[in-house]
């Protein structure tokens, strides 16, 4: 995969370190616009645009960001007691990797997406963004989580570091979504129904 490879080259030049890397998918919204933090149904589904992370551990206490978007390279300490949001990209990684308090560097590139600035666009790859540095963050600090929790975790980072009130679905069709299928999703419970998208038509 060619911006893997990339990804890769990249991250060396910048930390120089082979990273690993994970993906989280965007997604459309075929059913219940707005309703999912009112605790109401949507039926998402996962496309082939994503964020892909880049990590490898550091030896102290920082937390180093990257955005291949922005060609902006931003350090946070971990132990800063009173951590305040700066108002721009990197609250959706340092909102999700603050509680976690682990030790690791950091390259976030949402490379693989397009550049437009529509509000919309923008909300879709800043919950992948969080999904993929979040699910890096544990893989690198061995810590294990449900994808159901992740997604929650994530919600929560947003709603509580960065200031805005989302609701779910975002979150959750990046750690949940599967090839082929929309998901029925009851934000209030959780549950989450399988939905065969046929290809032929489209749905």
């Known amino acids: 995969m060619r911006i893997a490879k990339e990804l890769v080259s990249k991250f060396k030049t910048l930390f120089g370190a082979a990273p690993r890397l994970f993906r989280a998918p965007g997604r459309v919204n075929l059913i219940g616009e707005h309703t999912d933090y009112n605790d109401g149904f949507v039926m998402p589904a996962a496309i082939d645009l994503s964020t892909i992370a880049a990590i490898a551990p550091r030896g102290d206490r920082k937390l180093r960001v990257h955005s291949m978007a922005f060609e902006q390279t931003i350090e946070f300490d971990l132990d800063d007691p009173s951590p305040s949001p700066r108002g721009d990209w990197s609250d959706y990684v340092r909102g ?108």
């Open 96 to 203: 999700v990797a603050l509680p976690s308090r682990a030790p690791v560097s950091v390259w976030v590139g949402r490379i693989s997406w397009c550049t437009a600035t529509c509000r919309w666009i923008r909300s879709l790859r800043l919950a992948a963004l969080e999904v993929a540095a979040g699910l890096a963050l544990c893989r690198v600090s061995d810590v294990t989580i449900d994808l159901t929790d992740l997604a929650l975790y994530c919600q929560r980072a947003e709603n509580e570091f960065v200031g805005m009130r989302c609701g779910v679905m975002d979150q959750f069709i990046s750690c949940r979504a599967v090839a082929g299928c929309a998901l029925l999703l009851d934000c209030r419970s959780l549950e989450a129904r399988r939905l065969r998208i046929d290809p032929a038509r489209g749905w």
